[in-house]
């Protein structure tokens, strides 16, 4: 399966479902990562870039893509809506994962709004939950207990963000924790990333419906090498 992750911020997508991106990848899922912006507002953006770079590498993702529309600023524009759809072209996901439409944060509310629109040929596109995410009504409960200290050094690669209280283990532990007591999935799933459905679309089988008509992601993608990782920083 293809998964596509889009977020507002460096950091974003780390926090609201990196446990499930990481255990993607050791399963034998293909990862892409999209950044809306460098996250200039909260620090340097070479730096953050940099950040994100290990990051991915981390995860194991085929492919970062870094765009550079301006941190806190974002509309929902056509220009933006077709840098979305353009890397959904270039990925061919089979999922989307991206912001709440609730979102406190504006940046992430027009972000969630606009992959839904550039997202709407793909099967499914859920959202994903943060700490500081308010009336989040979780449709899904992933298990990342075998993942959860995984994600926690994952975080950790966002040194220049340390001082947020977000960021914290405490926060995100307790956050996963929290979910995992509500899921009821069982005494033995200690940690969890809850994230709501826009949409879904499920096959023979009651799982995610796989695009099994679309055109392989571009040659350099589809030959990807497992110890190099595919870049692109819009200019």
Known sequence: MNILAIGA????IEIGCGGMLIKAVKNGHSVYLYNITQGEKAGDPQLRAAELRRTARYIGAKALYIDKFPDTQLSL???????????ISM?????????PMTDTHHDHRVVAEASIEAGR????????EMPLTKGFDPHIYYDISDSMDAKLELLSLFQSQSHKMFLESKAIRGLAQYRALQSKLGSDVSYVESFQIVKVALDGNFGFLNNASRIDAKEPLANHNPQQMFECIYV
């Open 121 to 128: 040929n793909v099967s499914n596109i859920l959202s994903y």
């Open 77 to 87: 524009t056509s220009d933006l809506i077709n840098h979305i759809e353009s890397c």
């Open 9 to 12: 911020h460096p950091d974003d």
């Open 91 to 99: 990925c061919k996901p089979d999922l989307v994962i991206t912001h």
